[in-house]
């Protein structure tokens, strides 16, 4: 698997039991279904692990100065 199914593993709310509907579904009302998949997460560690995917890329939480970035970390390939 790369990283990019992980991404998207982690990305879908499906983990929390809930279903998004299509475009649509969408449009005739339905928003969201909760309850309707087994719950595979808890809320809790879902929404931390979207504050982790969605922060700034290559800031760092544990800096004391938020300026400081990593401009090398996008440049090398892992």
């Known amino acids: 698997m790369g990283p990019s199914v992980i991404e998207k593993l982690l990305a879908n709310k499906a983990l929390i039991g809930i279903c ?9 009302g339905i ?3 909760a309850g ?5 997460i808890s809320d809790d560690l879902f929404y931390a692990v979207q504050e982790i995917r969605l922060a700034p890329f290559g800031i760092s939480n544990s800096s004391k100065n938020p300026m400081l970035i990593n401009l090398l970390r ?5």
């Not at 998004?20 to 005739?28: H, L």
């Not at 309707?36 to 595979?40: G, L």
């Open 36 to 40: 309707y998949y087994p719950r595979v």
């Open 74 to 78: 996008t440049v090398m390939k892992w």
């Open 20 to 28: 998004v509907p299509s475009y649509r579904a969408r449009g005739k």
């Open 31 to 33: 928003s969201e279904i």
